[in-house]
């Protein structure tokens, strides 16, 4: 039985603790947040996503810490779940690491690159297992985008575009573009984390977007640039209207066939497209932030470091996205 620490509870919080509710190899001892109707469980923060952050997991029955530093501390907590504002990732999942904890850190890893790196190097020679919780690696419906396009069983892909708009989620945290770093970082990083994953590092990016909740880029279409890929595409962002909603999409077009994700299919998100006929495609009726919980915990679990998520392929993804920031400033394709 492994003892976990949350530290944070607002959506992402309450979306790991409900998943640790569910789990009988774990059990949380403990919470921190410096907003104490959150503490109190007065507050419970939800999600953008249906079936996210429920507020399943009963906050009153483990120890309560305002200040996370004082979690990281508390000599009974085996993991750390680091689930604060982009800008704290780096120090205290840092902190954690250096007490041997196991650290599982939301995304972004960090506000900079920079600051992404410095991670990366702390969790490399740390003794504790490290991963961000890169959700869309593990994402049914993308998982099987993935397996497709690594063994090739559609052929090559020809071009591939992602999708992922919103209105503007609200909170004071958001609408500071300074510290969350505008959708660009904070949402759309989701689909170009998915693309280095899928694709790897592109040679260029090339990036048009716009400021409209916060000083910072909330709404971009970057094209990515591969060798072997005609067209790879990403649009991103949170600036639609109030009441718009969420919307998350991929349309991927093979040699051989179109795979076509949607949340607002009736059947299935994903549909398979092959010779003539649309088929809907069953898959498991779990969120992404189950299963990367999953994962990390059979990580620890058999001493083995995460090979799904590594950390420098979400310091990666951070940099990738300051290139696009980069390009949209300069209206220049930026080599990466």
């Given amino acids: 039985m492994l003892n976990v620490g949350v530290i944070g509870l607002g959506m992402m919080g309450n979306t790991h603790l409900d998943v640790y509710a569910k789990r009988k190899d774990v059990k949380v001892v ?40 004082d979690l990281i501390n508390d000599p009974e907590i085996q993991v750390v779940d680091v689930c ?35 991670l990366a190097a702390a969790a490399k020679g740390a003794k504790g297992k490290f991963m961000i ?55 759309h990083i989701h ?53 718009f909603g969420f919307s998350m999409q991929y349309t991927v077009n093979f040699e051989k066939a179109t795979m076509q994700f949607d949340l607002a299919f009736a059947d299935s998100p994903l549909h398979l497209i092959q010779g003539g006929k649309r088929t809907p495609v069953k898959l498991a009726p779990k969120m992404g932030y189950e299963l990367e919980i999953a994962y990390f915990i059979d990580c620890v679990n058999k001493g083995k470091k995460p090979a799904v998520v590594t950390p420098e392929s979400s310091a990666e993804s951070v940099r990738i996205v300051e290139a696009e920031v980069k390009s949209a400033k300069t209206g220049k394709s930026v080599k990466l």
């Fill in 30 to 69: 403990a919470v921190a947040d410096l907003i104490p109707d959150r503490l109190s469980g007065k507050v419970k923060v939800g999600g953008n996503v249906k079936g996210q952050a429920q507020g399943s997991f009963d906050i009153n029955k483990v120890k309560k810490y305002a200040e996370g530093l």
């Fill in 84 to 118: 604060l504002p982009t800008p704290l990732h780096m120090d205290y999942a840092i902190a954690a690491l250096k007490l041997g904890k196991h650290v599982l850190c939301e995304k972004p890893m960090s506000r900079t690159a920079k600051d992404a790196l410095k």
């Fill in 133 to 187: 919780a890169q959700c869309m690696r593990f994402w049914p419906g993308w998982t099987d985008l993935k397996e497709a396009v690594d063994s090739k069983k559609y052929g090559h892909v020809c071009a591939a575009h992602f999708r992922r708009v919103a209105n503007h989620p609200g909170g004071e945290f958001y609408k500071d573009g300074d510290r969350c770093g505008g959708a660009v970082l904070d949402l």
């Fill in 191 to 243: 689909d170009t984390d998915f693309i280095n994953f899928v694709f790897g590092t592109p040679k260029s990016v090339f990036t048009r977007g716009y400021c409209k909740e916060t000083n910072q880029l909330d709404h971009v279409i970057t094209s990515y640039e591969y060798p072997k890929v005609p067209i790879v595409v990403a649009e991103g962002g949170w600036a639609m209207s109030p009441g």
